[in-house]
């Protein structure tokens, strides 16, 4: 038990973890911008366009 406390620092003197947890900040941040692209991207209106611009594109005459 004294090796465990001996080995413990003060509180609020470290902040080895903060990369962490800003690691995991970056990552949900990432993933609700994914989510919404994503939810952007199927909408109907989107959807629509993007498949006339690839019809558009595949039927080009050379």
């Known amino acids: ?8 620092r003060p509180l609020g003197g470290d902040d080895r973890g903060m990369t962490t947890a800003e690691y ?3 990552t949900l941040a990432a993933c ?4 919404v692209l994503y ?12 498949q006339a611009a690839l019809e558009r594109a595949i039927n ?3």
Do not use: E
């Open 1 to 8: 038990m004294r090796r465990w406390r001996a080995g413990r």
């Open 39 to 50: 939810k952007v991207v199927t909408s109907g209106p989107v959807k629509a366009l993007l």
């Open 24 to 26: 995991a900040v970056g």
């Open 32 to 35: 609700a911008l994914a989510a």
């Open 60 to 62: 080009v005459q050379f």
